[in-house]
């Protein structure tokens, strides 16, 4: 579904002759993308390790 949002973004962009915008926009989504996947996961990292320190703060 977000890929289809942003695929008519693009081409609302093109429509408007903003070929340089659209063109950016294009190289900047996948990079985004992989940016977001990259935080998600260290925010997971962090969430395990956080509960694991309390669980020996608990049992010591």
């Known amino acids: 579904m977000f890929a289809l949002l942003q695929g008519g973004f693009i081409g609302i962009i093109v429509s408007a002759k903003y070929l340089d915008v659209s063109m950016a926009a294009a190289i ?15 925010l ?9 320190s ?3 703060e608990f049992f010591a």
């Open 28 to 42: 900047f989504d996948p990079i985004s993308t992989i940016i977001m996947l990259i935080a998600i996961t260290k």
């Open 44 to 52: 997971d990292e962090i969430r395990k390790n956080k509960l694991k």
């Open 54 to 56: 309390q669980e020996e």
